[in-house]
C-alpha cells in the first residue's frame, strides 16, 4: 500500500546552518505531497504542497521538489533559526479522503 | 476564511470516566472531518474520518467512538477511558474534491488519564 518514508531524528544543527529533511513515498500512482510542522504544544501547521511531478512548494524559506523519478520530497531551508525548532511530518494524498502522514521529524536547532 | 475549534485544549480524566471532545468548523460547507491521536513523541493515528452527516468510519477498533451530529461538528467519545486512551487528540477538516487538498488541524487536546 501507499506509504511515506522519513528520516529518522532528531536532527540537530546549529543557527544559520544548512537543512534537509529526506522524504520518499511509495504510491501505485502519482500523489499530492506535503510538509507539515508541528511546534511543541500545537497542531500540525501546513508549511508546503505539490500536488504533480516537478512542482516546487515553497514557504517560509522552506523548499520541497516533487521528484517523480526517485519518489521523493524532500524538505531543505538554507539558513535555519532557532524559532525552526519542531517536529516535520512529510504526507501524501492519493484518491482517498485520508492523508497518509510519516513518522516525523524532529529538528532542534541551536543558538 | 476558515477556522477549526477544539476544546477542551487539556482534559484530565480518571480511568473509568466517560468523555466527550468537540470539534467545530466555521467558514466552509461539508468538510471532511478527522481526529487523529498522537501518543507523547510519537506520529499519528488516524482514529475516525466523516465525509458527512452521520458517516463515519472507523480506523482503529477500540473504546472509542465519533459522531457528525451537525455538518460542521465533529465529536470524539468514550463510555469508559483507559491509561491507554492518554495522548493529544486531533481533529482536522479538508475540503471535499480532490487529492490535492490539505488538511488543516486545530489546536489539540492534550488528554491525561489517572
Known amino acids: 500500500g501507499d506509504s511515506v518514508t522519513q528520516m529518522e531524528g532528531p536532527v540537530t544543527l546549529s543557527e544559520e546552518a544548512c537543512l534537509t529533511i529526506?522524504?520518499?513515498?511509495?504510491?501505485?500512482?502519482?500523489?499530492?505531497l506535503f510538509w507539515y510542522v508541528q511546534y511543541p504544544g500545537e497542531g500540525l501547521q501546513l508549511l508546503l504542497k505539490?500536488?504533480?511531478?516537478?512542482d516546487k512548494g515553497s514557504n517560509k524559506g522552506f523548499e520541497a521538489t516533487y521528484r517523480k523519478e526517485t519518489t521523493s520530497f524532500h524538505l531543505e531551508k538554507g539558513s535555519v533559526q532557532v524559532s525552526d525548532s519542531a517536529v516535520y511530518f512529510c504526507a501524501l494524498s492519493f484518491y482517498t479522503d485520508k492523508l497518509i502522514f510519516g513518522t516525523g521529524t524532529r529538528l532542534q536547532v541551536f543558538p | 476564511s476558515q477556522t477549526i475549534h477544539q476544546w477542551p485544549a487539556t482534559l484530565v480524566q480518571p480511568v473509568g470516566s466517560p468523555l466527550s471532545l468537540e470539534c467545530t468548523v466555521e467558514g466552509t460547507s461539508n468538510p471532511n472531518l478527522y481526529w487523529y491521536r498522537q501518543a507523547a513523541g510519537r506520529g499519528l493515528q488516524l482514529l475516525f474520518y466523516?465525509?458527512?452527516?452521520?458517516?463515519i468510519s472507523s480506523e482503529v477498533p477500540q473504546n472509542l467512538s465519533a459522531s457528525r451530529p451537525q455538518d460542521r461538528q465533529f465529536i470524539l467519545s468514550s463510555k469508559k477511558l483507559l491509561l491507554s486512551d492518554s495522548g493529544f487528540y486531533l481533529c482536522a477538516w479538508r475540503l471535499p474534491g480532490g487529492a490535492n487538498q490539505p488538511q488543516h488541524f486545530g489546536d489539540g487536546t492534550r488528554l491525561s488519564i489517572l
Open positions: 529526506n522524504c520518499t513515498y511509495t504510491a501505485t500512482g502519482y500523489p499530492s
Open positions: 466523516s465525509v458527512g452527516i452521520g458517516q
Open positions: 505539490a500536488t504533480k511531478a516537478d
